[in-house]
């Protein structure tokens, strides 16, 4: 007699671990890059300032980028503080801003007029872990007229109703930012302003 036992089995195991969520955080900022010279073309100063970017300026970007509303760029118009000292807070808007005052001793073009902000095409760089997007506007030159003074900083106005006339409070107010110190022109010096805005994820 033979006796024979034979066991036959499959054993499969399989773990897999996943994230169901991924965190990432977007953070927005930009900065105000300026130069003065005098009117022999001679360089007086210098300085990159970086800015707040005021709620209603996120919020605007949201309202038009995400839920879609039908938007024209107007602008944006970039504008000249003159306040020794100012001060920003996230809840200014170009009708409310206690803390600044526009700077209007300038022609831009000709004009007394704010400039406008041309944006080139955004550009991005980086995948991980870290990205970086970024635009930069065309540089502005404003030639300084009149008595002269101190400029401080800068701001920039879009949205519905901005306009280019000096000190008109239409429009939404995007950023603002400021010197580390108040700046001397005087009549005849030109100051050109770039502004760049960068999100980074």
Known sequence: MIKEQQGFGDIIEATLGTSGAVSETVGIEGSYHVECRDAEGKLKWEETIPNLVNAVGKQLMFDTLLKGASYTV????????????????????????????????????????????????????????????????????????????????????TGTGALNTQ??????????????????VTAGDTVAVTYSTTATS
């Not at 970024?134 to 400029?151: C, H, Q």
């Not at 000190?167 to 001397?184: D, E, M, P, Q, R």
Request: glycine share 14%; proline share 3%.
């Open 74 to 157: 107007v602008g944006p118009f970039l504008g000249l503080i003159a306040t020794t000292s100012p001060t920003f807070a996230a809840a200014d808007t170009m009708i409310t801003h206690a803390g600044w005052t526009e700077y209007v001793n300038y022609t831009v073009g000709g004009s007394a007029v704010r400039g406008t902000a041309v944006f080139g095409v955004a550009s991005s760089t980086g995948t991980t872990p870290s990205n970086v997007t970024t635009s930069t506007a065309t540089a502005i030159t404003y030639l300084i007229t009149g008595a002269g003074g101190n400029v401080t900083g800068c701001f920039l106005v």
């Open 167 to 184: 000190s008109n409070t239409a429009g939404t107010l995007y950023s603002a930012g400021a010197f580390s110190v108040a700046k001397a």
